[in-house]
């Protein structure tokens, strides 16, 4: 099993500039979660699913779009970049029926907006 | 709602000393409790958990946690750390019916030296 991929591990945006952050996961599982990590301020939730076609908003969805159109993959979508958005972007997954409680992060995506 | 608080950012230690990293949380519901660790350049791994059961939990590494639900607390402590053990450890508490709406605690630098 790969795990989380995601791709691309970096990339550097200008301001206005759209682009979609890839996350996949070969285990099955029905829960996903992008965070994003600031220095100093941990992980903050920014959108989540419990299952293929159901997604939610975390504690900071604004400026980010997400769809979960299968159960491997969920995809996430800067609208228009701004400089706010420079961080680091993790996906996670976990199981929904039976969770044992883990989540399973994938390498990270290191995103500037210039 | 739910929140973390790691009452350290950094914990400066020397090798084979004992350390604890601290952890409290507030929630409305009943949640698991997690510590994750974070080596540099790397996405989060799971250390350990407690979703019910004996309060004290153990990784394979030597860490340990002790829930008390009466202080709302879930400190992480090794008797003797190892330079590799240098990393940033999160906290985090999850409602116990949504695997995927973790919240994180801001991390503890822990940096064991020679």
């Known amino acids: 099993n790969a795990g989380v991929t995601q791709t691309p591990k970096f990339q550097v945006l200008k301001t206005g500039q759209s682009m979609t952050l890839q996350c996949a996961q070969d285990m099955n599982h029905e829960y996903m979660s992008w965070y994003r990590q600031d220095p100093g301020m941990g992980l903050r939730l920014i959108h989540y699913?419990?299952?293929?076609?159901?997604?939610d908003q975390g504690e900071v969805p604004n400026g980010y779009n997400v769809s979960r159109s299968t159960t491997e993959d969920f995809p996430l979508r800067l609208l228009s970049a701004a400089p706010s958005q420079t961080s680091v972007y993790f996906c996670?997954?976990?199981?929904?029926?039976?969770?044992?409680?883990?989540?399973?992060f994938g390498p990270g995506t290191r995103l500037t907006v210039l | 709602a739910q929140s973390v608080t790691q009452l350290d950012s950094q914990v400066p230690v020397f090798e084979e000393a004992p350390v604890e990293l601290r952890c409290n949380y507030s929630?409305?519901?009943?949640?698991?409790l997690f510590w994750y660790v974070q080596y540099p350049n790397q996405g989060l791994q799971l250390l350990l958990k407690y979703l019910s059961g004996s309060t004290l939990v153990e990784s394979i590494n030597g860490f340990e946690a002790e829930f008390n639900k009466s202080q709302t607390s879930f400190h992480l402590r090794k008797p003797s750390v190892h330079i590799s053990d240098t990393a940033e450890y999160f906290c985090a508490v999850s409602p116990n019916t949504n695997a995927g709406k973790s919240t994180f605690g801001d991390g503890t630098t822990l940096t064991v030296k020679p």
């Open positions: 996670a997954s976990s199981r929904g029926t039976g969770w044992l409680g883990e989540q399973f």
């Open positions: 699913s419990v299952g293929a076609g159901i997604t």
């Open positions: 929630s409305s519901v009943s949640v698991y």
